[in-house]
């Protein structure tokens, strides 16, 4: 990725290091720039289902023995804009049964289907193209969020726990497009 666009990148980490939602912060970040149109919605990809809970989501979600762990595999989009993609390892009996019902049966992403809820999320680690994390001068946390570079990461990786009253309910990794930053920065210009 062109280098001058790494302003956009560290404002997106950031913004997305401290937020309750990545999905409200994103929606806010396309609405100010003009990305996309309409609510952002989830499309979903037939790998839905076939990947393993990790073991860091493991850790960090703690399911109980026999508790059903699912996984959504996704494509977080502004009308025909790729923002991120994700992987959302859940349990269902942990979420409120609209949360539940919307989460199986509809392209919402996880975020507004926990609306309403008192949800929050903890980003666990980020990862950047070690250039960018170079300007991080050396420190390897910001918050509480480990950080890393990895030259395997176009733009920006996050790893995080969601949790309703307290309570884990979701493990995930999103993985923000190049799309999103070259939109971003052309909108500035």
């Given at each position: 990725?062109?280098?001058?666009?790494?302003?956009?990148v560290?404002?997106?980490?950031?913004?997305?290091?401290?937020?309750?939602?990545?999905?409200a912060?994103?929606?806010?970040?396309?609405?100010?720039?003009?990305?996309?149109?309409?609510?952002?919605?989830?499309?979903?990809?037939?790998?839905?289902?076939?990947?393993?809970?990790?073991?860091?989501?493991?850790?960090?979600?703690?399911?109980?023995?026999?508790?059903?762990?699912?996984?959504?595999?996704?494509?977080?989009?502004?009308g025909?804009?790729?923002?991120?993609?994700?992987?959302?390892?859940?349990?269902?009996?942990?979420?409120?049964?609209?949360?539940?019902?919307?989460?199986?049966?509809?392209?919402?992403?996880?975020?507004?289907?926990?609306?309403?809820?008192?949800?929050?999320?903890?980003?666990?680690?980020?990862?950047?193209?070690?250039?960018?994390?170079?300007?991080?001068?050396?420190?390897?946390?910001?918050?509480?969020?480990?950080?890393?570079?990895?030259?395997?990461?176009?733009?920006?990786?996050?790893?995080?726990?969601?949790?309703?009253?307290?309570?884990?309910?979701?493990f995930?990794?999103?993985?923000?497009?190049?799309?999103?930053?070259?939109?971003?920065?052309?909108?500035?210009?």
């Amino acid at each position: 990725m062109d280098k001058s666009l790494d302003p956009i990148v560290l404002h997106l980490c950031e913004t997305l290091l401290t937020t309750f939602s990545v999905t409200a912060a994103l929606q806010v970040w396309c609405e100010i720039r003009g990305l996309g149109e309409g609510d952002l919605y989830a499309d979903i990809k037939p790998e839905s289902g076939g990947t393993e809970l990790p073991q860091l989501g493991r850790d960090l979600l703690k399911p109980a023995e026999g508790e059903v762990v699912r996984h959504r595999a996704i494509t977080l989009k502004r009308g025909d804009v790729p923002l991120l993609d994700a992987d959302n390892w859940y349990t269902p009996e942990r979420l409120p049964l609209r949360a539940r019902v919307l989460l199986e049966t509809t392209d919402t992403p996880f975020g507004v289907a926990l609306a309403g809820t008192l949800q929050n999320r903890e980003t666990f680690s980020a990862s950047l193209p070690p250039h960018i994390m170079e300007r991080f001068n050396g420190r390897t946390k910001v918050r509480h969020t480990l950080m890393q570079g990895d030259a395997n990461v176009p733009v920006l990786t996050v790893r995080g726990v969601v949790t309703v009253d307290t309570v884990p309910v979701s493990f995930v990794e999103e993985r923000i497009r190049p799309e999103l930053v070259a939109l971003s920065a052309a909108q500035q210009g």
